[in-house]
């Protein structure tokens, strides 16, 4: 319990300390929401130009609400997405990708601005739960 005489004091600093927190958390609460929109559209997009749900699932990460480590980068270009998908099961049964995709969303998350690949994987993907390495010249 503290003292009396620090109770005022005690207070400032707690109004002074609370007073932008407000403001920087709305902030970050829209960029978590334009990342989630911009991983679902990404996945989504994945998703119909390898053939449809019926044929074809996304990593894991693709599900995550901030696109996990499927996102490679956030800046003023926008959102880059980088991920492996294959057959549905592929990632439960351990088998190996069939394609990576890597797609470029709006910085608001709204537009596919472009799909940059989607083919074979270039690379092996990390084991799970392990970061993808970064491609050269991205």
Do not use: K
Not at 7 to 34: D, V, Y
Not at 117 to 130: E, K, T
């Amino acid at each position: 319990m503290s003292s009396p005489r620090l109770r005022p004091l005690l207070g400032a600093l707690a109004l002074l300390l609370a007073g932008p927190a407000p403001a920087l958390a709305q902030m970050s609460q829209e960029q978590a929401f334009q990342r989630g929109r911009g991983v679902n559209l990404a996945r989504m997009r994945g998703e119909v130009i390898n053939g449809g749900l019926g044929v074809y699932r996304p990593a894991l990460c693709m599900y995550e609400r901030s696109g996990g480590n499927c996102l490679v980068r956030s800046d003023a270009e926008g959102l880059l997405f980088r991920f492996y998908g294959g057959v549905p099961g592929w990632a439960q049964l351990g088998l190996p990708p069939t394609v990576e995709t890597e797609i470029l969303i709006s910085p608001d998350g709204r537009n596919v601005v472009s799909v940059l690949y989607n083919g074979p994987p270039r690379s092996q993907p990390a084991p799970a739960g392990q970061p993808q390495a970064p491609q050269p010249g991205v």
